[in-house]
């Protein structure tokens, strides 16, 4: 008979239930084999700026002249610790369902594989919402800050979890506009140009624009882009707006001086530490980036196991652990994770605060 709390039955059943919309991780923060390490710790390497160089001419029968190579950087980082919880008691049990009738038959032990199916998808949505997150301050922030709570979410006792791509005091990848977006401000395709303009100055790529809600409609309303949409003699402006799959809107491309970038709005939203519900993008700020930037790795889980009472070590994106208190009737499932969003180059997104 199949232990359905077993690590390996959880582990099996987790790679085939059905994922949550992280359209930021997996656009662009995906992860390979080799982004998921068998350490607690992970190893975070990104390159600097590339810069376009061009070969040294050598006089003759002088061989060559040395050029550098392209640097990086390297450090060894703990991820954060991401561990979500339910406990499922004989009180849970004994309730009826959601979806059962009202004079259901299902027993106790019936109900309890159904239980643990709804918790574990729960909770791994829980962690997929955290590396959205991480994925949205990576691109907007250009790092991250989250807090590790000692026993309530969201309570005083905690410590801060940090972490900067970027050596200067205050973060580099962010660009001033000219004015602010509004109806009547011509300055947008200009500001839209420039941002891609810093980023390919780096060697980077241009190609997408992420915004939220607002953003998009002032946009949409905004009476320079009329004006592109009614010249007929340029292909300057394509607006065909269309959801994908992913939950993200695509509204079509825009070219600025010939580089084509493509506009999507995001809107999906969270509910924080405090029960606020906001959205991963920032209400009054634009993205500039390309796909695959950078990468989510995951660190190792180590944990004792109750079968055996050994310590057992997973490298996963998600670890399950359940511990049974057979004088309380209580059995606790818990899902792990150690994620860390990190960008392949340095700067390689920038951010534009454009409704202020």
């Given amino acids: ?91 849970d049990l004994n309730k009826k369902q959601f979806g059962e009738t009202v004079f259901s038959q299902r027993t106790p032990a019936q109900r309890e594989a159904a239980i643990l199916r709804q918790d574990i998808t729960d909770l791994n949505e829980m962690i997929d919402g955290r590396e959205e997150y991480m994925a949205a301050q990576t691109l907007f922030r250009n790092g991250y800050s989250m807090r590790h709570y000692a026993d309530q979410y969201g309570g005083d006792k905690y410590e801060e979890f940090q972490i900067k791509f970027y050596d200067e005091e205050n973060n580099p990848a962010i660009y001033a506009p000219a004015a602010a977006w509004s109806k009547t401000n011509e300055n947008l395709p200009a500001d839209l140009y420039h941002m891609a303009r810093i980023l390919k100055r780096r060697g980077l790529r241009a190609t997408d624009l992420i915004f939220g809600w607002e953003v998009s409609q002032t946009m949409l309303h905004n009476d320079y882009i009329y004006k592109l949409l009614d010249n007929r003699r340029l292909d300057l402006l394509s607006i065909s707006p269309k959801e994908m799959p992913d939950g993200v809107v695509s509204y079509g491309k825009i070219n600025c001086n010939g580089v084509m970038i493509e506009l999507l709005c995001y809107e999906e939203e969270y509910v924080d530490e405090k029960g606020v519900t906001t959205t991963f ?64 180059f340095k700067n390689s997104s920038i951010s534009s605060k454009v409704l202020f």
């Fill in 1 to 91: 008979m199949i232990n359905i709390y077993q690590t390996q039955t959880i582990l099996a059943a987790i790679e085939l239930m059905k994922k949550k919309n992280t359209f930021l991780r997996d656009r662009y923060f995906p992860t390979s084999e080799n982004d998921i390490f068998v350490t607690e710790d992970v190893l975070v390497e990104y390159k600097d700026e590339k810069q376009s160089k061009i070969a040294p001419c050598v006089a003759p029968m002088r061989g060559g002249i040395p050029v550098g190579r392209e640097g990086y950087k390297t450090e060894r980082l703990a991820p954060a610790n991401v561990a979500p919880e339910r406990p499922l008691t004989i009180d």
């Fill in 281 to 344: 993008i920032p209400a009054n700020e634009i993205c500039m980036t390309s796909p695959g930037v950078g990468r989510t790795l995951y660190g190792a889980v180590t944990q004792m196991e109750q079968a055996d009472g050994q310590f057992h070590t997973y490298a996963a994106k998600r670890v399950p652990h359940v511990i049974a208190d057979a004088k309380n009737s209580v059995r606790t499932l818990t899902q792990k994770s150690k994620p860390l969003t990190i960008p392949n």
